[in-house]
């Protein structure tokens, strides 16, 4: 493996925390996992790791793929999991503190990996953690509809394995699409997108689900070229990569509010595909609705499937580097 070159992180919070020597480091290291995936005694090694290790996963916000694929990562390396997936089954519910209950958690494991509707909790959780006898790391697995740092580790990986090399990336056109206000993953994937110099953003979404301001002065910041446009056909057609993202009407504050948004021409459906170029990139976080048609699903371009299992494995090198195991991930060593 390169050697690391830069701080080892003590939690994983935000997406702004990692930069290129980082996630050009998690592309390797996801890249020499996988070759141990390849035999038996490859994934016997990669689960003689963390043996001695426990994790808890505290989900109180649904989850299928970040769940499954943490806990599935987590015994690759042969660390147990305990799980909570709804605070209504805790003490939480006789009136804990959210504070009283990560402090518990930290005493039986050594790694917490939560997810919350609460933006900015887990930010909150690991300064507090800092300040006791037992500082375990903790994973934002996604944070109300403000942060999903591991999404985006994933996301640019699965745009470097598709784009063939790391530097690829660089002077691309990303086209993201839907609800750009309240998607956390358009959120940390656009911040680590800042890292590839040339890189355009394209942000295509009807006007009630523009991007935050907070994300637009980033950008600006950042000197990253994007823009913003409703024009969603005209978009595809420049892409090499669309990001499609459903409406998170779960965050809406009137009943029904998303309802009265118009996003029909957010869709990308079957029939759009020769409008796309050749190379052209589909990925979606997942899950989908309307606006991605399964109709793509055969489609060679469309790549939400191994989106979504380069998620297992870039989250088994993220725990790696967090547990400091992954200078044990050497090859050959088989
Ligand atoms: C995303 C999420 O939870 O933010 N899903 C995921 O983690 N794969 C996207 C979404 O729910 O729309």
């Not at 995936?37 to 916000?61: I, P």
């Not at 994973?139 to 994933?154: K, M, R, V």
């Not at 990986?157 to 206000?181: H, P, W």
């Amino acid at each position: 493996m390169p050697d690391l070159v830069f701080d080892r992180p003590k939690h994983i919070l935000s997406a702004g925390q990692f930069d290129r020597p980082f996630l050009d480091y998690i592309y390797e290291l996801t890249n020499t996992i996988r070759k141990y995936d390849k035999s038996k005694d490859g994934l016997q090694y990669l689960q003689s790791l963390l043996t001695h290790r426990r994790a808890m996963l505290y989900f109180t916000q649904p989850s299928t793929r970040t769940f499954m694929s943490f806990q599935a990562a987590c015994h690759i390396l042969g660390m147990k999991p305990s799980e909570i997936r709804d605070s209504s089954t805790s003490s939480e519910r006789k009136g804990e503190s959210i504070e009283d209950s990560l402090r518990t958690f930290a005493s039986y494991v050594d790694l917490i990996i939560m997810r919350s509707p609460v933006a900015g909790l887990s930010d909150r959780m690991a300064c507090l953690l800092d300040e006791t006898p037992r500082p375990v790391p903790i994973i934002n697995a996604g944070s109300g509809p403000d942060e999903h740092p591991t999404q985006s580790i994933l996301d640019i990986y699965t745009l470097q394995r598709s784009f063939k090399s790391a530097s690829a990336i660089e002077n691309k056109t990303i086209c993201m699409v839907g609800d750009l206000k309240r998607g956390r993953t358009i959120r940390s994937l656009s911040r680590l997108l800042t890292n590839y110099p040339g890189v355009k953003l394209l942000f295509v979404s009807p006007p009630e689900f523009k991007i935050e301001d907070d994300l637009r002065q980033f950008l600006l910041k950042s000197k990253i070229s994007f823009d913003e446009t409703t024009n969603f056909l005209d978009a595809i057609g420049t892409a090499d990569a669309i990001y499609m993202t459903r409406v998170q009407d779960e965050y809406d504050l009137g009943l029904g509010d998303s309802k009265r948004v118009d996003t029909s021409k957010y869709a990308l459906k079957y029939q759009h595909l020769p409008l796309l170029k050749q190379e052209c990139v589909i990925m979606h976080p997942l899950p989908r609705r309307s606006e991605l048609d399964p109709a793509i699903d055969i489609d060679p371009r469309a790549k939400y499937w191994r989106q979504e299992r380069n998620g297992m494995w870039t989250r088994v090198a993220l725990i790696t580097i967090l547990m400091g195991v992954d200078q044990h991930i050497v090859l050959p060593r088989l």
